[in-house]
């Protein structure tokens, strides 16, 4: 194997509370015990990362630092290891890090399969180094294998915004050909989650987004498209196309105040909302939740947070077996300010994948 450079290439987070990012050269790590060194290759940008650069996420104990690391979504090879590690991975292998860089393993939420509230749970990108470089140090505990037959571009996505939704999806309760809606469902969650419902579970989908968006969204497999610009009245027209009585789950996959707002009223009885996307600045009660309506309809509320281990792997062999596909383009490390600028201004279909090889 070739020797490693001592130097190597990350996207950092230069001021964080603004939309900038510089490329800088960062000492190369050295794997301790029970971690793997990775060269990453690629890694996807996720919503949730504007809110870390941003300092918009009121859900975080303090502010991002500067020079920070972002990215969760990343896929590479191993290239070294540390010590008590060969019987878990192995130099060469492919394998992606996720929102959770690491977890405890023993509290309480690790031992209910609950990785995302681990009491001493670490988040890649955010006071921990994240994908947006081309080295990092990973628990091989907690790396997730990559099927052979995926593409590795194609893979960084699931590893976020995949297993998100299909853990969303799984704990929304709804059974095959049921109706269920999606908000935001033309986002890089949103696409996907389309796709999980209708091609993977077998749901009736509604997605629900800007206009602009219809295509994305059908294409992954919508039975029906309701635009939140130009429909007055969003709670009747889902009521339209559910004979009267609304969905049996409401998925909101957008980081919007306003769709948390209706997603109560689009439920029928014994329905559930599953709350993913979370707003930025000030947080606002979820509208509709009234204790009559929830009594009376037998409704629930669930908070989703991505998935545990298990989900992820799920995850990447429903993209294996080809029931699910992203919708992404590629981009260059040094092109991430521009991006997330489009992210911002809600420009982007699908996703964006960054190549770190140069």
Known sequence: MAELPKKYKAAV?????????????????EPG?????INLTHSGVCHSDLGVMMNTWKVLPAPTQAGQVGGHEGVGKIVKMG???????????RV??????GTCGNCDACRAGVDASCFKGKVSGYYTPGTFQQFVLSPANYVTPIPDNVDSAAAAPMLCAGVTVYSALRKS????????????????LGHLAVQFAA?????????????????IIMESGADHFIPVDGTDNMTQAVKDVTGGLGAHAVLVMTASNTAYGSGMDLLRFNG?????GI???????IAGALPGAMVTKSLKIVGSAVGNRKEAIETLDFLARGIVKTHYRVEKMDKLTEIFIDMHEGKLKGRVVLDLSS
Do not use: Q
Request: proline share 6%; hydrophobic share 35%.
């Open 33 to 37: 015990p029970g971690e793997v060194l």
């Open 173 to 188: 309760n709804a059974e095959s050909g049921n109706w269920v809606v999606i908000l935001g469902a033309g986002g890089g």
């Open 272 to 276: 559930t909302l599953v709350c993913v």
């Open 96 to 101: 992606g890090i996720k929102w959770m860089a």
């Open 83 to 93: 010590s008590g590690t060969e019987a878990t991975v192995a130099v060469g292998d």
């Open 199 to 215: 091609r993977g579970i077998g749901h009736r989908v509604i997605g629900v987004d800007h206009s602009s968006k219809k295509d």
């Open 279 to 285: 707003p930025e600045g000030d947080m606002v009660p």
């Open 13 to 29: 987070y230069d001021k964080p509370g603004s939309i900038s990012t510089k490329i800088e050269e960062l000492d190369m790590p």
